[in-house]
């Protein structure tokens, strides 16, 4: 029997649970009929809230050791400095709340963090590296079960166009270069 505190005009219900009764979901229905509540409210709370405080899993805790695997690939590398600075600058705009509860971030907390690398104050190819900083991140942690969606996989990238430069150069291109070559070498 769940134990019921009243906070003011709210209740709280604990309810002591195991991992199998949250997948199954058999028990959320009586327990919302015992206390009054909901059951699509008491659904929602819970895909929200669960996995955080069950595990006991910061948005830091899975961001260090999202860093700690990625460590041994980009070893000696500038690439993880970046990594590194980026990803904790992303967690210091989040509210404390969502640091605690992770799967409260949100599609927009992320865009409001890559606003400030929109062209024309970056290049596109900043965006896409940074966004591609949070999606490693975020698809980790969901293969972690730490979080059910990854909240970038709404964001898209920037195409960017790059020119395809010949590999072998055809006869007319070949003579124009050495004409150049002629006459500007020194």
Same mark, same amino acid.
């Given at each position: 029997m769940p134990k019921t505190k009243t906070n003011g005009p709210q209740s709280v219900v604990t309810i002591a649970m195991t991992t199998e009764d949250v997948k199954t979901g058999n028990w959320l229905l009586e327990t919302c009929k015992q206390n009054g509540i909901d059951p699509a409210a008491g659904m929602k709370f819970?895909?929200?809230? #669960?996995?955080?405080?069950?595990r006991g899993r910061n948005f830091s805790a899975i961001r260090r050791d999202f860093l700690r695997e990625r460590a041994a690939d980009t070893a000696g590398h500038s690439q993880h400095r970046?990594? &590194?600075?980026?990803?904790?600058? #992303?967690?210091?705009?989040?509210?404390? *709340? +969502?640091?605690?509860?992770? /799967?409260?971030?949100? /599609?927009?907390?992320?865009?409001? %963090?890559?606003?400030? %690398?929109?062209?024309?104050?970056? *290049?596109?190819?900043? %965006?896409? /590296? +940074?966004?591609?900083? $949070?999606?490693?991140?975020?698809?980790?942690?969901?293969? +972690?079960?730490?979080? @059910?969606? @990854?909240?970038?996989?709404?964001?898209?990238? #920037?195409?960017?166009? &790059?020119? +395809?430069?010949?590999?072998? $150069?055809?006869?007319?291109?070949?003579? &124009?270069?050495?004409a150049w070559l002629e006459t500007n070498a020194p």
């Open positions: 819970l895909t929200t809230h #669960f996995r955080a405080t069950t970046h990594l &590194r600075t980026s990803l904790r600058d #992303f967690t210091r705009t989040l509210s404390r *709340e +969502k640091v605690r509860a992770p /799967e409260l971030i949100t /599609e927009d907390d992320c865009r409001a %963090w890559l606003a400030r %690398w929109l062209p024309p104050h970056c *290049e596109k190819k900043t %965006w896409n /590296e +940074k966004l591609g900083y $949070l999606h490693g991140l975020f698809l980790y942690a969901v293969r +972690k079960d730490c979080i @059910s969606r @990854s909240p970038t996989s709404g964001i898209k990238r #920037f195409r960017i166009r &790059r020119t +395809k430069v010949p590999a072998v $150069l055809d006869p007319v291109a070949a003579q &124009r270069l050495m």
